[in-house]
């Protein structure tokens, strides 16, 4: 896609979000550098996402191939993915859009969390085995993995669980469950009183390694409970890799900076 006769064309990013880095990303590629074109794209899974700042779309792009052509049409200079560490699907096909495109990608992914001395984690490879683990370990659970995978647990009947997601599941889900609507960032006491008031003795967790939902950690460590931590999928091979929205804006700032 081609500038207007006479006007300046301006580079074109296109973050892949929905988290709270790619907010930041957005918000600081738009105040820092702002000749650039920033359009952030949303899934569109919540009902009422936070918006970022610059152009916003909502929905799929129809797999690799869509992904590629709107990376063509919309003439995109660079791609950023800064999906959740566990929105798989997307970011493979990113890797694979951006390689037929020819555009460059970045994968901006928070750090992981670590253990600290006095936690009882059980590492788990995805939220099957995380299913499997919980019969041996406890009976009241703390399901903080979000709504989309909770047909993986409705097969429990004998555990209760307190489910938490920003927006109400869909069945199937296990038939003993009280559903909790709300949305980080969450503080430590209200954690802790949640453990206690709900008597949780098994807490399962995503290794997302936001800050904003890491006080059920702590909480969870001081009052012995449990923690199974469903491990995050790897980066597609091959992909260079940012920690911190810094340093994002800086491997823009070396490419595309007016």
């Not at 992981?112 to 995805?126: I, L, M, N, Q």
């Amino acid at each position: 896609m081609s500038a207007p006769a006479g006007s300046v064309r301006r580079p074109h990013v296109l973050i892949l979000g929905g988290t709270t880095e790619a907010r930041a990303l957005a918000a600081d590629l738009a105040d820092r550098l702002p000749g650039l074109r920033v359009t952030t794209s949303l899934a569109g899974r919540v009902a009422a996402p936070r918006l970022p700042a610059g152009e916003v779309r909502i929905g799929g792009f129809g797999g690799p191939d869509g992904l590629a052509h709107w990376l063509r049409e919309h003439a995109v200079d660079a791609l950023i993915d800064a999906t959740h560490p566990f929105a798989g699907t997307i970011s493979f096909n990113a890797a694979q859009a951006a390689a037929t495109a020819h555009v460059p990608l970045l994968a901006l992914r928070r750090p992981g969390w670590v253990p600290e001395p006095g936690d009882t984690w059980h590492p788990v490879a995805s939220l099957t085995e995380a299913a499997a683990a919980l019969p041996d370990l406890g009976h009241r659970i703390f399901l903080t993995t979000g709504r989309m995978g909770l047909a993986t647990f409705a097969h429990l009947t004998d555990q209760w669980f307190l489910v938490r997601s920003v927006d109400a599941p869909e069945p199937p889900f296990p038939p003993r469950m009280e559903v909790l609507l709300d949305r980080g960032p969450f503080t430590l006491e209200g954690e802790r009183a949640l453990l206690q008031e709900h008597r949780i003795d098994v807490l399962v967790t995503k290794d997302s390694g936001a800050a904003a939902t890491a006080p059920k950690l702590r909480a969870a460590r001081e009052l012995g409970v449990p923690v199974v931590v469903v491990e995050r999928p790897a980066v597609p091979p091959g992909v260079p890799v940012v920690g911190t929205v810094e340093e994002a804006v800086g491997w823009v700032r070396g490419r595309h900076e007016p």
